[in-house]
């Protein structure tokens, strides 16, 4: 009995000491990147402030809108009028709120390595008893967990400061301009945004050309999903008929057919009917025209009930691409040779 | 036991090898000085033995056997890379903190009482220090780990001559109080020569001489006499450097063995250890990167 324990503390005398704590990063984080940390809590804070107070207010007239009866009264028309009139600036808001996630990438994101290889501080901070590893895992995921949590809420928010410019006028749920700021989205972008910076400070060993790298490749990803990529989360939906789909969804495209079924160029079927326009002073070809050519015009579009799933598919994506470039940012620490 | 073992240790950068084939041991409680010209390796040889570099070929143990870079030999081995870097926007407070939790052993007591001699204020950034008090935090704060083992890379570059000695103050009163073993680079040879006494001499990316002090010095002999018999002594000893003049020959002689025979007619004077270093790199610069050393002098501390 005795010689086993003897045994057993010999063992444990020969293996290598456990791990420190990873607690200990805690401080050692804050101390390193608390500007960072309260400047991005900061930023986040006036806007919220700002979305909130208008939002209350926005959300006062739309609820005034919204109790009007009966609705096709001439007041509640007139209501309904100045609400759109009054309240669809409330959307520009969306543009400067594009930038965030580029921003918190640059300045949170791509000096938090950069800076350590550009000053010479990874040899002190690689040699020291925690091991270069770990820290980088434990630094990575205390910055970038409070960023997420911080996005998260401010999506939560402007999901709700959006709810009544959505439901009477000028945006619809999948509006690019908005989509990305809500709910699921906007934390993704941000972690996404975050782990990019992190990667190309790592990679380019240089404070500022990884900040500027990070706003290029940020806003450049923003611009390809937005524009080319969100469109395809899901097949679109394709309905025949003049008016098109209902307002609320994502209309993508429109084109005709002819009476074999093979698409007509839009320049033919206008020669054919008409339709009226600023340079067209008549009043159109009468409905029935179309369908006397055997023409038929097709839409494609994503409905409004998707949201949910296309919020699920964009952070779900983001999340992926962010875990990739952590795990690829981790790697290049752990293998880095001074 | 050996603080430091190294056995065909080589770094390569792309086709270039900055280090190569460096075999030699330090046993414990000296302070060596590590000395070559630039580019000789110096730093890839001092980063391999703290883990920031990987070996692309052999093996390096520190500690008395610990693989290099393991997480039981960072926690033995202070490092004070080049410049001694800390976080220029934090106090010297704000270091001390991130150290301790850094670190399985720190002894924040020690490092405020030694910052506070040295009359470093705690509550400023140390971007506002002096070159010479950003390199005594940098150290203060490798001390503080209470190391077994401490690692400088140029550590006087860029101090002046009295932020130099109160430096290397701090250094010694560590090796004296705690018995920490100590591997410096640096050029200034006659500060080594105050301090060091253990040497390893390294030139093109290869170690030439790896020894204690004084067995190096107790085995040099520089010879003198005239000039005219010197090509039929040289011959017979093992020559580091050959210096004829136009009346006199200066050898400098490693001796094998126990006895130091001196030829009838010369005349023997101990080597200094400046003396010898100099000798040593001229020689490596004249036999190139490829040729080893006449008699194979590395491994030598090993033996002991």
């Known amino acids: ?338 | 036991m050996n603080i430091i073992e190294t056995a065909g240790l080589g770094k390569n950068y792309g086709r270039t090898w900055a280090l190569r084939d460096c075999t030699f041991a330090m046993p414990e409680g000296y302070l060596a000085a590590l000395v070559g010209p630039n580019g000789a390796g110096k730093t890839t040889l001092l980063h391999l033995l703290v883990g920031l570099t990987a070996a692309a070929a052999g093996t390096a143990t520190v500690l008395g056997g610990l693989p290099a870079g393991s997480r039981a030999a960072l926690d033995g081995i202070a490092f004070v890379a080049q410049d001694a870097p800390v976080y220029t926007n934090l106090t010297a407070a704000n270091m001390i903190r991130i150290a301790r939790n850094l670190n399985r052993s720190f002894d924040p007591p020690y490092a405020r009482a030694r910052l506070d001699e040295l009359d470093i204020p705690l509550d400023r950034k140390a971007a506002k220090l002096s070159g010479g008090q950003r390199a005594q935090l940098a150290l203060t704060l490798a001390l503080a780990r209470r190391p077994r083992l401490l690692i400088l890379d140029e550590p006087l570059a860029a101090l002046d001559p009295l932020a130099r000695h109160d430096f290397m103050g701090t250094v010694l009163a560590a090796v004296g109080e705690d018995g920490v073993s100590v591997l410096m680079s640096s050029h200034v040879l006659a500060e080594l020569q105050r301090v060091a006494d253990f040497l390893v001499l390294l030139t093109k990316g290869q170690v030439h001489v790896a020894d204690t002090v004084e067995d190096l010095v107790s085995t040099h002999r520089v010879l003198t006499s005239p000039a005219g018999s010197a090509d039929r002594v040289s011959r017979k000893l093992d020559v580091v450097q050959d210096q004829r003049g136009e009346a006199q020959a200066h050898l400098l002689v490693k001796a094998h063995g126990p006895q130091h025979p001196v030829p009838p007619g010369w005349e023997a004077h101990p080597a200094g250890m400046e003396e010898l270093v100099l000798a040593y790199l001229r020689n490596a610069g004249k036999t190139g990167p490829a040729a080893a050393p006449s008699k194979p002098t590395a491994s030598t501390g090993a033996a002991r």
């Open chain 1, 1 to 338: 009995m005795t010689a086993l324990t003897l045994a057993t503390k010999q063992n444990d005398a020969a293996r290598p000491p456990r791990p420190l704590p990873w607690r200990r990063m805690v401080l050692v984080t804050w101390l390193q990147h608390r500007g960072v940390l309260s400047g991005v809590a900061t930023l986040f804070g006036a806007l919220a402030i700002y979305l909130g107070i208008m939002g209350l207010i926005i959300h006062h007239a739309w609820t005034a809108d919204m109790g009007c009866h009966p609705a096709s009264s001439l007041t509640c028309q007139d209501l309904a009028q100045s609400f759109q009139t009054r309240w669809h600036g409330g959307a520009t808001i969306a543009f400067p709120l594009q930038l965030l996630p580029a921003l918190i990438g640059a300045f949170a994101g791509a000096p938090i390595l950069a800076r350590e290889m550009e000053t010479g501080t990874f040899r002190y901070a690689w040699t020291q008893g925690f091991g270069r590893t770990r820290w980088v895992i434990a630094k990575l995921a205390l910055v970038g967990g409070p960023l997420v949590v911080i996005a998260g809420a401010f999506g939560i928010l402007a999901y709700w400061y959006f709810g009544p410019l959505v439901a009477q006028g000028p945006l619809i749920p999948l509006d690019p301009r908005t989509f990305d700021l809500e709910c699921l989205a906007l934390p993704g972008w941000v972690l996404a945004a975050f782990a990019v910076g992190a990667f190309a400070g790592m990679l380019i060993r240089r404070v500022v050309p990884a900040m500027a790298t990070t706003m290029a490749v940020v806003g450049g990803l923003g611009l390809a999903v937005g524009l080319y990529l969100r469109q395809h989360y899901l097949p679109p939906l394709i309905i025949p008929g003049a008016n098109g789909p209902v307002p609320s969804a994502w209309t993508l495209g429109s084109w005709y057919t002819g009476r074999g079924g093979q698409v007509v160029s839009g320049y033919i079927v206008n020669a054919a009917c008409p339709g009226p326009g600023p340079g067209n002073s008549t009043p159109g070809a009468p409905p029935q025209c179309m369908p006397q050519h055997g023409y038929i015009q097709w839409w494609s579009y994503q409905p409004a009930s998707r949201y949910w799933s296309f919020q699920g598919i964009e952070a779900g994506g983001l999340l992926l691409l962010a875990i990739l470039l952590v795990v690829a940012t981790i790697w290049l620490v752990h293998r880095r040779a001074a």
